[in-house]
């Protein structure tokens, strides 16, 4: 049997930590960014993240910055803007648009840079007595000086499956997604059950399908906005798809031959896909 367990690594040696950053390198990777959106240098043709020795935005004021990693032997640094750098001749990206031109290794690292900031962001006063909170730099950390209450970055692990019966393949339409477009069917962990039970869950409350042979095949992080997709495939046990109107507007099983339009080829999801169809053919 295929598996994708391996797709969503780093082709190249990538560190999370930044406890020591490289303090001899010339350049850095400028993970420029502003919520959703990146900024990457290019001529039209070709669009790159930014690498150079400072921050190459220098016609407004930049509101943080932090090293997220080293790739390569070489800093990664996060740079939130408040406005469009447009006079630093950077070009606006969303982050599912950046994947086309900066390929895998660098979105995934664009994509951690995101969920960095959000993490700022949603946490700059403590949680638990109101004080501002002071950051860690060589973690991931932000901690209350008043009372010591502390974060990390919030992952939130959710699950996504695909569910085949023969050669078909059980695929949804959610309200939220582009015209004609369906794909597998996903959903949050609820606290206190299993990665294995939530994929039963999910599928019986959006569908009404009784599903068994559950198996991971493959996890993914999606920074929309800081999701764990955690990928399995489960065989059609029984039941008539019956759509829970609050989560889908359509459900049907698809062969290889009547497939609808299909997620983005970086997310797993597509794997997913592509996966069951792959070992249909053999």
Known sequence: MNTVSDIFGFNKNFS?????????????LWFILQKDTIFLSGNGEQYNVPCAALPPVTHQPSTYSRCVGIYEDINCMVLEVEEDPENDGLTPFSLREAHTHIGTDLWTIAGRASQILRWRRDHQFCGRCGTGMTEEHHESLRKCPKCGFFTYPRISPAVIMSIVKGDKILLGRSPRFPAGMYSVLAGFVEPGETLEEAVAREVKEETNIEITDIHYIASQPWPFPHSLMVGFTARYAGGTIKVDNDELEDAAW??????PRLPTPISIARKLIDLHFKNIAG
């Open 254 to 259: 698809f062969s290889a031959t009547e497939l």
């Open 16 to 28: 999370l930590s930044c406890t020591s950053p490289k303090q001899n390198t010339a350049t850095s």
